[in-house]
């Protein structure tokens, strides 16, 4: 191993034979199971009132030893890639049933590659990304006189895995990923409102150092902010609304992408549970999971047990097709592994999780859709929601919405909230439109405790009778 490969950051104090040689002998009596080794370098800048706020560095490694027999899994974590500290986990695994039966064989080859394995930390100067802070900051209150604050951060990451399993099986991945955010607030006749843009992906600082791209970004985030100021307050009550295409399909990974997790379903948990063939969704309507995106911010090459990522078709036409699987519940539940199974860190175990999760377009025109519509609202962006994993039930805060009148949109509304659940809110999708694009790039998805990045994507939606919360008398 030469020191320009990735990995040497695994093989320190721990040679790649030894690995081998130590799942062998500690995963061999289990059905399943493997070592993970990962070496992760982060970095985060927060520009905040024209200042530098924040500058973290960090790396960390470490390993994570699971095994799994039957549905139990026993899983043993640290931070020193060892010998002996893997010796000292495996004690853990002692407490496993053996194997019945022959192991869960291993996860395909695979040649795909959706990103580059060059560490996007490394690559560019400190100070170039403090400029480009300033930068930024000076652009956006340069924009308009009522920009009063502006928030800059800029994220990266690069992450070095490797899966050693019982079996000889061996992948490696070198994940980078980058991110940068502009928050406004505008502020006029004593009202303050705020706008926030976001875009980012598994490539290099390169494409957010672009000018056309970062000042795109202050476009949004700033007309956001001046849109939000002269908005009124939103209605409420039961009305159709129109969800525009892009970020807004994060409704849909929420509301409906964790009901269809693997894990869930084998549970009986989920509302989708024992369904797969039924009809779940408005005909036009198809869900699909796809990790096998280039650069995606939601991508990988193979998930963290080894399995290629691919494209799952989870809805069809309205018809449930499957469920997104890791290794453990797509054996127990006799189907096969997705590419979903995917774990936060080292010290963490995996579990059934979205890659980039879309709604593919349909065939209305998207100006059509808003025609439709007497009196309702159109969302454009969302910040936070909530969400009951296993109902489905959501709220989720508009950030950018308009009222519908007459089959136009018309005034900004503010504070409107979407309140429905999510296999409910699929039966009464009434327009699919042509226009699908997926996110920009900066969803991160929790669950069980794990914050993973993830993708979400739709085209423009008509829905019939989502309840909003609004805040008008
Ligand atoms: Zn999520």
Known sequence: MTGSDPRHFLYRSLDPDAARRLANKHLSAHDDGELYLQYAASEAFGFDDGRLKTADYHTSSGFGLRGVSG???????????????????AATLKLLDPR???????????????????????????????????????????????????????????????????????????RPLVRLGVYIVAEENGRRESGHHGLGGRYLYGKLFDEAQWKRAI???????????????????????????????????EAVGHGLEGDFNRKGTSAFSGRIGDRVAAPGVTVIDDGAIEQRRGSLTIDDEGTPT????????????????D???????????????????????????????????????????????????????????????????????????????????AEPVKGATLIGDGPTVLTRVKGVGNDLALDEGVGVCGKGGQSVPAGVGQPTLLIDGLTVGGTAA
């Open 219 to 253: 476009d949004i985030a700033v007309g956001q902010a001046l849109t939000n100021l002269e908005s009124v307050a939103a209605p409420a009550g039961e009305m159709p609304v129109v969800l525009g295409p892009g970020w807004p399909g994060v409704l849909l990974h």
């Open 71 to 89: 549905e139990t899994t026993a899983f043993a974590h640290a931070n020193e890639i060892s010998e002996a500290a893997i010796e000292r986990a």
């Open 327 to 409: 290794r453990l519940n797509a054996r127990l539940m006799g189907m096969e592994p997705t590419g979903n199974g995917r774990r936060e860190s080292f010290a963490h175990a995996p579990m059934p999780r979205m890659t980039n999760t879309f709604m593919l377009a349909g065939r209305d025109d998207p100006g059509e859709l808003v025609e439709r519509v007497k009196d309702g609202i159109y969302a454009k962006s969302f910040g936070g929601g909530q969400v009951d994993i296993t109902s489905g039930k959501f709220v989720f805060s508009c950030t950018e919405a308009y009222r519908i009148r007459g089959g136009r949109i």
């Open 310 to 325: 691919r494209r799952t078709t989870l809805i069809e036409d309205g018809i449930l097709k499957g469920y997104l699987q």
């Open 100 to 174: 019945r039966g022959d192991p869960a064989a291993p996860p395909q080859r695979t040649n795909q590659a959706m990103y580059g394995a060059d560490d996007p930390l490394s690559l560019v100067p400190f100070a170039d990304k403090v400029r480009l802070c300033q930068q930024i900051d000076a652009a956006a209150r340069a924009r308009d006189p009522r920009v009063v604050q502006v928030g800059v951060n800029l994220l990266a990451s690069w992450s070095v895995i490797d899966i050693v399993r019982a079996d000889g099986f061996v992948a490696s991945d070198v």
